[in-house]
């Protein structure tokens, strides 16, 4: 069966760095999204992407976010200088029509 | 605002017994709503999804109701195994232009053999 894959399982950084989160959506998909889970907390959305563009962002996701599908099978999260906040469980999903997301295993980030 | 709700956040069961779990939303004009199996440490398995126009959903033992009037979803496991041990969450999808899902904080269940 068909699935979403991301890439590292888990990654460690230093405050201040970039890290770039890699996803590899499924096959056919039009919708893809990223949300994180903080540890203890609630999932939370982070940024919708379809058709090449953002079409939804949460508060969350400031300058500090972009997104990216530079080909047509990969989709990344990159932050551009970590905070010790942004360390959580970042989840990669995707739908094609039908309205069930399915989710990654997701990446471990940790800011030290 | 829209928040999603999740009781108990911890249940306990011996194996064999049926099981409810319970999710509430605040905002009734929900589009749809999903059910998530999170195993720890592991991402999001998608159990069932029920439209709002639907009043149940059934995937094998699992059973998922929706009341929107009411404002409530309800999780039914039945012949509960250990292998069902996992966090449960419900997630909501709320109409117009919106894509995301606003999630619960989840129900820990822990199925003793």
């Known amino acids: 069966e068909p699935e979403v894959t991301q890439t590292p399982s888990h990654q460690v950084t230093q405050m201040g760095q970039e890290v770039i989160l890699r996803c590899v959506p499924i096959?056919?998909?039009?919708?893809f999204y990223w949300y994180r889970q903080i540890l203890g907390q609630k999932v939370e959305f982070l940024v919708s992407?379809?058709?090449?563009?953002?079409?939804?962002k949460s508060e969350i996701f400031d300058d500090q976010f972009s997104v990216e599908r530079p080909d047509g099978s990969n989709f990344t999260l990159k932050i551009r200088s970590t905070k010790l906040e942004d360390s959580a469980m970042y989840f990669c999903?995707?739908?094609?029509?039908?309205?069930?997301?399915?989710f990654g295993p997701g990446t471990r980030l940790t800011v030290l | 605002k829209q928040e999603v709700t999740q009781i108990p956040a911890a249940l306990s069961v011996p194996e064999g017994e049926n099981l409810v779990l319970n999710c509430s939303f605040t905002?009734?004009?929900?589009?749809?709503l999903q059910w998530f199996r999170q195993d720890p440490g592991k991402g999001l398995t998608s159990l069932l999804l029920?439209?709002?126009?639907?009043r149940e959903q059934t995937s094998g033992r699992l059973n998922a109701s929706l009341d929107k009037s009411s404002g409530r979803s309800t999780l039914y496991i039945a012949a509960s195994q250990p292998g069902d041990s996992a966090t449960y969450l419900c997630?909501?999808?709320?109409?117009?232009?919106?894509?995301?899902?606003?999630f619960g904080t989840g129900t820990l269940l822990a199925v003793q053999p």
């Open positions: 999903a995707s739908r094609l029509i039908t309205d069930t997301q399915y």
């Open positions: 997630a909501v999808k709320y109409g117009g232009a919106t894509n995301k899902l606003i």
């Open positions: 905002d009734s004009a929900i589009y749809n």
């Open positions: 096959s056919n998909h039009l919708y």
């Open positions: 029920i439209q709002s126009s639907q």
């Open positions: 992407f379809y058709n090449n563009e953002i079409s939804e």
